[in-house]
């Protein structure tokens, strides 16, 4: 089944300070939507809000999933119903293996009696950090402690390449990536591309979308979407930054601002 998730009218706060003010988007199965921005114009809270992080309260609007309720959800209930976020800041987890982590995050989706065998388990991580370029011991390591910023990154992609989300959400996953690493990253996304899943891929530069192609730009300022378009605009951001969209728009400033 072609994947259908949408967002309407989504508003959300942190500590009584309202981030998000009214978030519209209707990401289809198959298709890429970017969310670029400035720093501090909610992209990340969006993201966190999406997913159920407890510390963001979602104040109004709806969420579905394939006609499923995500609001209703809890973290453990979205995951299972297919929402996956590589975040921004990737925690790190002493004295549980990537392996363990995995396993058991493709058997709680599996389901009790239908647990993947421990060979096959292997098999598949292996192959898959084969193709993201990552060293076998990665797989035995604690949980991106001590990893790098790019090795986290990788991380956060080899867990989308095994758990085979239906959206998925990238929040800033160039950072800390070098060019060599980007195009690994990015060829994984791709491999991943498909009618069964959409993906919303936060981005500050515009260099990501050089190997991300994505169907549809937004651009998100003050908690809000403010101007939509196609790749056209994220080019056009790349070679203009984000001035025109304020001088456009009337906007002073683009972050979500205080109190
Ligand atoms: P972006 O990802 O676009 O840079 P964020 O969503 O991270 O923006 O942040 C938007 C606003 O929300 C900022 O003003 C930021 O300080 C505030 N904010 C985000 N997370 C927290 C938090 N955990 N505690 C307090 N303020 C936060
Ligand atoms: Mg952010």
Redesign the pocket.
Known sequence: MSTQFEIRGLTAS??E?Q??KGIDLKINGGEIHAIM????????????ALMGHP??EVTGGEVSLNGEDVLEMGVDERALAGLFLAM?YPSEITGVTNADFLRSAINARRGEGNEISLIKFVRQMEAKMKELEMNPEFMHRYLNEGFSGGEKKRNEILQMMLLEPKLVIL??IDSGLDIDALKIVAAGVNAMRDEARGFLI?T?YQRLLDYIKPDFVHV?MQ?RIVKSGGPELAERLEAEGYDWVKEELGIVDE????A
């Open positions: 942190i500590e300070k981030i998000l921005g400035p720093n501090g114009t909610g992209k990340s809270t969006l993201a966190s510390k963001y921004q929040d800033e936060i500050h998100m908690g972050t979500v601002g205080q």
